[in-house]
């Protein structure tokens, strides 16, 4: 095991001679990495340093094969280091594996920079201080042999010879020598040349490179010889830039450039270029080593690695893959869609804060990428990735650990397929079936509602849904019940009228609607409300029954999402469910209301025919007993006729209705001004609104409103609607009616400040024989009847008639609206 003595660091006699060593290997840096160069490929090692190290810092004097963050790195912490060990021994270091030495394991060089493999011999000078090291370096387990220790060693006595040639003239020529042997003996190929471009110097590796021997090249202009005719005029350029002084940025980097032989062929070659200011002036050098297997392996390998990125591009799956140390190193076109990003050298843990799925429950050690990374090999495992601002997917992932031939751990590969189009049909079939369930438990829709909502929300994984009934006296949408996930705040919306939002768009069309984005201002889709609060995308069914559409079912989901039929066509057999329920209750509903038509049809013969019926029989028997006088004759005369009147409009409005609604009875229709029928009716009701002291005002159009319908029947419509808000409005009240047109159709609004209409009672307003319960407390008469026939007959025109309440304020607005001409 390796001892550290700090104190043989400290000595001051030892620093100074690595000062002067310092001072003189700085001048020469190009033998220097000549030298490491030389000591790495004679082992076969990447990596080959001269280092020099004092009681702090571990100097890096020569290099060769650093990584490209590591080149101009000059200095590191001397605790961090090898080199200190074999200068405090004083002996070769021989490192098969650090990462299972107990001391080594920790040094900086090991966990920071990858050396698991070392090499090193000690650099002496003439007096025996023991300097530093030549060593070389693997980033794998190495087994060194004592060749390779030999070559390290001579390579250390080499760089002493140099150290020691400075001490004298004799010793320099020796160096000199030496280092002539070293050049001439290098596997680089060494040129020096003057600054006019002549060459000075051309060692064996030139001639076996190159083509010429050193007698044909010594003496000749370098881009001749070797220089590719396309970069001679940059050459001589950089040449006449030295003359003057500079210095080339490029000197001491090492360089890929191109390179000619004696045949003219071109080839690849790498080297380092450096100027020395001599005796005789300045002249450059550079070692030039043949890359061409290199590079062509290096194209080969951009090739494959080409066809690998492009082959998992291409795959629908998505790859994602880590390294030994847990850094994304793959991450294909698939995985960046699903992801919504791409692969940075973070840890694998910090990619999963990134990307594992919202409101997962388990730990992030529980994804596939992760368990695989520890050693597990996942099947099938379930994972949900929900990325800010897009929808919900869910993905079957499989994955395992990377693992070379020796069973060492190099990374892990996960791999996702797509599921949610499965998921989502087999939750929402399983859904349909828990909407049955319900709706089978449930009296009415209002109570089956927010539990329906919630189950299907929950399979779409929207977080807001709304049941809408259609009220057709208001002609709105109604919320029936709604449903909104913890965490967000939804206030209960107001009625909805046709066309407005995407609940609106489905009841008006009778078509599902779906909104990619509702928070898009200027559409009559958007749902600002809704957007406030996070929501996004919109979906809407209509809700049919027998009669047409009836309501809708509405879901919100918080990420922008494009229309999926396979969705819609599920949900609107979801709504086909609910419709068949509420045919179901109205079914049972229709038969209650006949019940109660029948009792009501009862009480209105009990009432409004037995009233005229008893006062024509009272006052027949009166005239039966001989009454002569004339002037009492006639008014009982008059008195039956009244009476026999009301019973024939009774029975009249009876029969009308009848045939209205069973389609016996036809419409004459011809064209009309209607301002003309609802001037004339307003006319006819201004005495009755005088004598109540009405204040009755009338808004017509300047010019006529042209439709097409039956006049007689219009116009009872019409005097029925001023009638009836002339007689349930107080005295001191107030009557507008107003008549107004556009390019569609005529709107008629009756508006009165009377006793208005219960709001429980509101939806029976157009029943026959309904009347409210307080218009009967107010003794006022009436059947029941001319609403139900109002309603009968606008709608065989092809208009609508609504009714609105004024909230806290008394009165009613009816508007009848029918389409122009």
């Not at 290997?25 to 000591?39: F, I, K, N």
């Not at 319960?773 to 009968?792: E, F, V, Y």
């Not at 607005?813 to 389409?819: A, D, E, G, K, N």
Request: hydrophobic share 40%; net charge negative.
């Amino acid at each position: 095991m390796p001892q550290l003595d700090l104190g043989v660091l400290t000595q001051p006699e030892r620093l100074a001679a690595l000062q002067r060593a310092q001072t003189l290997l700085a001048s020469s840096s190009a033998p220097v990495d000549g030298l490491v160069r030389l000591a790495a490929r004679s082992v076969v090692a990447p990596v080959g340093l001269l280092t020099l190290v004092d009681d702090e810092r571990m100097h890096i004097i020569g290099r060769h094969g650093l990584a490209p963050d590591l080149d101009r790195v000059h200095a590191e912490p001397a605790t961090s280091s090898f080199c200190q060990y074999v200068v405090t021994e004083n002996a070769p270091l021989v490192v098969s594996d650090a990462r299972n030495h107990p001391v080594l394991r920790d040094l900086g060089a090991v966990q920071d920079r990858g050396v698991t493999a070392y090499l090193g011999h000690p650099v002496h000078d003439l007096h025996g201080n023991t300097l530093g090291a030549i060593c070389v370096t693997d980033s794998v387990p190495r087994h060194w042999t004592d060749d390779d220790i030999a070559a390290v060693s001579e390579c250390a006595a080499m760089l002493e010879v140099m150290l020691g040639a400075e001490a004298g003239r004799q010793d320099i020529a020796i160096a000199a020598a030496e280092t002539d042997a070293v050049l001439e003996t290098a596997l680089e190929a060494f040129i020096a040349i003057e600054l006019t471009g002549e060459i000075t110097r051309w060692n064996k590796a030139a001639e076996r490179t190159f083509g010429w021997s050193a007698a044909e090249a010594i003496g000749r202009q370098v881009d001749e010889l070797i220089i590719p005719e396309r970069f001679r005029a940059a050459h001589r350029a950089g040449l006449t830039r030295l003359v003057r002084g500079g210095v080339p940025k490029l000197i001491g980097q090492r360089l890929q450039l191109y390179a000619n032989n004696r045949a003219g062929d071109e080839f690849p070659v790498e080297l380092t270029l450096n100027v020395v200011d001599g005796p005789t002036g300045r002249h450059a050098h550079a070692f030039v080593y043949d890359i061409s297997e290199r590079v062509t392996a290096e194209r080969q390998l951009a090739r494959e690695r080409h066809f690998l990125s492009a082959l998992l591009d291409n795959l629908d799956a998505g790859v994602v893959a880590c390294d030994e140390r847990g850094r994304l190193i793959l991450f294909n076109r698939a995985m960046r869609e699903i992801t919504g990003g791409d692969a940075d050298q973070s840890t694998a843990s910090s990619w999963v804060e990134a990307y594992r799925a919202h409101g997962a429950a388990s730990p992030a050690d529980d994804l596939p990428l992760i368990r695989a990374f520890h050693g597990e090999h996942v099947r099938e495992a379930e994972v949900v990735i929900h990325t800010p601002g897009r929808p919900r997917r869910s993905f079957t992932a499989n994955a395992q650990p990377i693992r070379d031939t020796d069973g060492n751990r190099l990374g892990a590969v996960a791999a996702l397929h797509e599921v949610t189009d499965r998921r989502r049909a087999q939750r929402l079939i399983e859904c349909e079936l828990a909407v049955s369930r319900i709706l089978e438990q449930a009296p009415t829709i209002e109570d089956a509602g927010p539990e329906l909502l919630g189950t299907v929300a929950r399979t779409l994984q929207w977080p807001h849904s709304e049941l809408w009934l259609v009220d057709k006296v208001g002609n709105v949408l109604r919320n029936a019940a709604m449903w909104t996930e913890p965490g967000y705040i939804i206030p209960e919306p107001g009625p909805l009228a046709p066309g407005v939002g995407v609940s609106g768009v489905a009841w008006e069309t009778g078509q599902p609607a779906w909104i990619p984005d509702i928070s898009v201002v200027g559409s009559r889709l958007n749902v600002p409300s809704l957007a406030r609060h996070g929501l996004r995308v919109g979906l809407a069914v209509p809700i049919r029954d027998g009669t047409g559409v009836t309501g809708t079912l509405s879901f919100f989901g918080d990420a922008a999402e494009e229309p999926e039929q396979s969705l819609i066509a599920l949900l609107s057999g979801i709504a086909a469910h609910v419709g068949q329920f509420l045919e179901r209750r109205r079914a049972e509903d229709l038969a209650r209301q006949l019940a109660r038509t029948k009792d009501e049809f009862i009480s209105l013969v009990g009432h409004e025919l037995r009233t005229p019926l008893t006062s024509i029989s009272s006052y027949t028997e009166l005239l039966l007993h001989d009454n002569d006088d004339e002037t009492t004759r006639a008014q009982f005369l008059s008195v039956i006729a009244r009476n026999a009147e009301n019973l024939r409009a009774i029975i009249d409005d009876l029969l009308d209705l009848a045939g209205l609604e069973s389609g016996y009875v036809s419409l004459v229709e011809r064209p009309l001004d209607l301002a003309a029928v609802v001037g004339d009716s307003a006319l006819a009701g201004t005495r009755a609104a005088q004598e109540k002291d009405i204040d009755m005002r009338v808004t017509l159009p300047d010019g006529p409103a042209p439709v097409a319908g039956d006049p007689p029947r219009l116009r009872k419509v019409v005097d029925h609607l001023v009638t009836n808000a002339v007689k349930f409005t107080p005295a001191g009240g107030r009557v507008e009616i107003e008549l107004t047109r556009d390019r569609a159709g005529v709107d008629l609004r009756v508006t009165d400040t009377g006793v208005g209409i219960p709001e429980e009672e509101r939806s029976r307003l157009f029943e026959r024989f309904f009347r409210g319960s307080n218009i009967r407390s107010l003794g006022l008469p009436g059947t029941g009847l001319g609403l139900a026939i109002s309603r009968t007959v606008i709608e065989r025109h092809g208009g609508t008639i609504t009714v609105t309440d004024h909230g806290d304020k008394p009165g009613t607005t009816f508007l009848v609206r029918l389409p122009s001409l």
